[in-house]
């Protein structure tokens, strides 16, 4: 769970919990989260340089200041989020199960998880709009081709 707190005053009307079990599904949930509460961030941030005494942000502050504001950081940030929904998800869970005999995977046995990787990527590559509409399918949306 985490919170925002200022003193004793909680910002937050509820806790925004994240996935650790792994670190790319971490990344791309912390990606999500900044997207999706991007003005609480925001508005986060000012309330917190105006409560400090100097009113200025430290160093680590500004740089999320800067990149809370940057158009170009922020069209990165759902790019790498929607590639986790559409890639990386799907593929750490697989990689991360055991086969059907209840043993570890090995990387080397899984050669067509890979290629059905690299086919799903080129596809949408080639074809990006059946992922951007109104209603895409999931043979698309998802390597694997599970709703």
């Known amino acids: 769970m985490i919170s925002f707190m200022i003193g004793e005053k909680s910002m937050l009307a509820h806790h925004l919990s994240f996935q650790t079990l792994q670190t790319i599904t971490f990344s791309h949930t912390v990606t999500h989260l900044l997207l999706l509460y991007l003005k609480f961030?925001?508005?986060f941030l000012e309330h917190l340089c105006?409560?400090?005494q100097n009113?200025?942000?430290n160093h680590m502050e500004s740089n999320l200041w800067k990149i809370?504001?940057?158009s170009a950081t922020?069209?990165?940030l759902a790019i790498l989020s929607f590639y986790g929904e559409v890639v990386s998800y799907s593929y750490v869970k697989a990689i991360c199960s055991t086969s059907k005999s209840g043993?570890?995977?090995n990387m080397l046995d899984l050669g067509s998880l890979h290629q059905k990787v690299s086919t799903h990527i080129w596809a949408i590559i080639a074809n990006p709009s059946k992922l951007f509409c109104e209603n895409p399918s999931f043979n698309i949306a998802s390597f694997e081709g599970n709703e």
């Open 41 to 43: 961030f925001q508005q």
């Open 55 to 57: 009113e200025k942000l």
């Open 68 to 70: 809370l504001h940057d």
């Open 74 to 76: 922020l069209s990165e």
């Open 103 to 105: 043993k570890k995977q």
């Open 50 to 52: 105006i409560t400090k």
